[in-house]
């Protein structure tokens, strides 16, 4: 079992670009989520799936995120236009439905 | 909207000595707790979890729950410099949703 996987681990785009980052969880689990974490705000939540479908948008900053996950093997979190003040480490986290949530090693963002 | 409060926000323990840490949540449903971990430079990593009213411990590690004052605690007894890292609370939000709300932490040192 190779834990929750992210890609890239580190990304640097310019003010205004797009950056699409990558979750594989863990195989069998049905949630998951993407949290946001910098030292100012925490680890703040984003979105989260179950079963593939989105249950839960509340944390996303809605005009230039967006997130998908098109099958149980992968999610996507997109950042288009991104700004300064999205750069953070962006987590991905799988779980069963109320359990335990493993996290991935993280993408850190940065934008100049 | 849920506040999951942790103090204190760094704690500074010799090697040996017993670290104590506490996290209280604002939503009069939450009815049990996570304890997360994260080392330096990684992901957090679930330490311990509670369910029912009283003491939970996990050799160096005792978690508490008061459910009518929605407080937990965790403490690390023996302290290690290995236990040196940031401690994250977190509570379920909302009904039945698998959705955490996680502390903004505690930073933990363990000098030798």
């Known amino acids: 079992n190779a834990g929750v996987i992210q890609t890239p681990r580190h990304k640097v785009t310019g003010k205004g670009q797009e950056a699409t980052l990558w979750c594989e969880p863990i195989s069998g689990h049905s949630a998951v989520f993407w949290y946001r974490q910098t030292i100012v705000q925490g680890l703040e939540f984003l979105t989260y799936f179950r079963n593939q479908a989105p249950i839960d948008d509340s944390g996303m900053p809605k005009e230039r995120f967006s997130a998908q996950m098109p099958n149980q093997s992968h999610s996507t979190l997109k950042i288009q236009s991104t700004q300064p003040q999205d750069s953070a480490v962006y987590l991905c986290?799988?779980?069963?439905?109320?359990?335990?949530?493993?996290f991935g090693p993280g993408t850190r963002l940065t934008v100049l | 909207q849920q506040k999951v409060q942790q103090s204190p926000e760094s704690l500074i323990v010799p090697e040996g000595g017993m670290a104590s840490l506490n996290c209280t949540s604002s939503?009069?449903?939450?009815?049990y707790f996570w304890w997360y971990r994260q080392h330096s430079g990684k992901s957090p990593k679930m330490l311990m979890?509670?369910?029912?009213?009283g003491e939970k411990e996990e050799g160096r590690f005792t978690v508490h729950l008061n459910k009518a004052s929605l407080h937990t605690s965790l403490h690390i007894r023996d302290s290690q410099p290995s236990d040196s890292a940031l401690y994250l609370c977190a509570a379920p939000t909302g009904a039945n949703t698998g959705k955490l709300t996680f502390g903004h932490g505690t930073i933990l040192r363990v000098h030798p």
């Open positions: 979890s509670i369910f029912s009213n």
């Open positions: 986290a799988s779980s069963l439905v109320y359990a335990e949530q493993f």
């Open positions: 939503d009069r449903n939450v009815d």
